[in-house]
């Protein structure tokens, strides 16, 4: 477990009812601090004791073994990874618990989480692709949360060509992930941000045989295609062998979908923004249900985010119909 030591800052933070409250407070940095090192160390388990530990957060911010049980922040075990530490409470503790999830290790596979923020009427941009300002600013800095926690991001052509994202770790603290944008055709010039600023790696995938040079800085990985598109698995299979297995899919809504219909979701946020569109880019779509028992209605947490609803999806366990549980988390 990580734990901070001299938390008089801590206990002063949990004074405060609602996370959104002390946003951009030093407490809420020293718990993203520990997300961050729980992560970077889950990536290296070899690294990690084969017993129960505890860790805390040095005053610099380093993660160090501590013998102190009662002021851990996260527990560590080695058949089940991060825990919450009983020291953790209130709004700090549900800041953690809903971040700790991608900070364990993985023993096989990826781990595959999905991001949309929309209207409530469903959409992610509006027709002529203006996605600006759909969520806010809470939103915004969750997203670059989920980049500095994952190996990848990954995005689609049409996301690229609307928005021309760079796709970094501005907002926080924390590593960028590699850029991944999914563009089989090859119809995106070399001229976007994510090919030429050099901020970050950026991989682009594109269909075997096509053909052509990787535009700008990126490298070019070659990916298998079926009746669908690419073919999800040999994707995903590419990108592991390139050691990117933490994956954070962030748009847009095609994108999004395919790896929905296919199975090959852990988690989906959807974060609704009160907003109304009337029209415009589709979030998620998938073949109709005829009735409501063929409706796909997987467990759900759901989050505040300032005015956004973030609901965080667990698909993990394919695909059950369980009733979300009641309540409702302030967390941002
Ligand atoms: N609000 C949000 O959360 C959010 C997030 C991201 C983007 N956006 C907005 O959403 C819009 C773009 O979304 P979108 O749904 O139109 O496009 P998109 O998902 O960004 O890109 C779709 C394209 O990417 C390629 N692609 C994606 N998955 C593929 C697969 N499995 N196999 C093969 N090719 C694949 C295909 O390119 P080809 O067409 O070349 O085959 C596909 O048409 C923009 O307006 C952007 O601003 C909103």
Not at 17 to 40: F, S, T
Not at 56 to 70: K, N, V
Not at 202 to 219: E, Y
Request: some cysteine.
């Amino acid at each position: 477990m990580l734990v901070v030591q001299g938390n008089q800052a801590l206990d002063k933070a949990l004074k405060y009812e609602q996370m959104d409250q002390h946003r951009g407070r030093p407490e809420l940095d020293d718990c993203w601090r520990l997300l961050l090192a729980a992560a970077k160390l889950a990536r290296d388990p070899a690294q990690m004791p084969n017993t129960d530990a505890a860790f805390m957060l040095t005053a610099e911010g380093q993660p160090r073994l501590t013998d102190s049980r009662e002021q851990a922040w996260l527990h560590w075990q080695p058949d089940m990874g991060w825990s919450c530490g009983a020291h953790l409470r209130g709004p700090a503790r549900e800041f953690v618990e809903f971040y700790l999830p991608l900070c364990q290790p993985l023993t096989s596979g990826c781990r595959v989480v999905a991001h949309l923020g929309q209207s409530l009427d469903g959409y992610i941009a509006t027709h002529n692709g203006d996605a600006h300002h759909v969520t806010g600013a809470d939103n915004i800095r969750h997203l670059h949360r989920m980049r500095a926690l994952g190996d990848a991001v990954v995005v689609g052509a049409g996301t690229v060509a609307s928005d021309d994202p760079k796709l970094t770790t501005r907002l926080v603290a924390g590593p960028h992930a590699v850029r991944v944008v999914l563009d089989p055709q090859a119809r995106l010039g070399a001229g976007y941000r994510v090919f030429t600023d050099g901020v970050a790696p950026t991989l682009l995938c594109r269909q075997a045989g096509i053909g052509g040079a990787a535009p700008g800085q990126a490298r070019l990985l070659e990916v298998a295609v079926n009746g669908a598109g690419f073919n999800l698995v040999s994707l995903l299979g590419g990108l592991a062998r390139c050691g990117l297995r933490r994956l954070f899919i962030e748009g847009g809504g095609v994108t999004v979908s395919r790896f929905l219909s296919q199975g090959l979701l852990d988690r989906l946020q959807i974060a609704v923004a009160p907003v109304i569109i009337g029209g415009g880019r589709t979030g998620v779509s998938l073949p109709p249900s005829d009735a409501m028992t063929q409706a796909l209605r997987p467990s759900a947490r759901i989050y505040r985010m300032g005015a956004d609803m973030l609901y965080d999806f667990d698909l993990a366990n394919g695909r059950q119909a369980t009733p979300p549980p009641a309540g409702l988390r302030r967390l941002i």
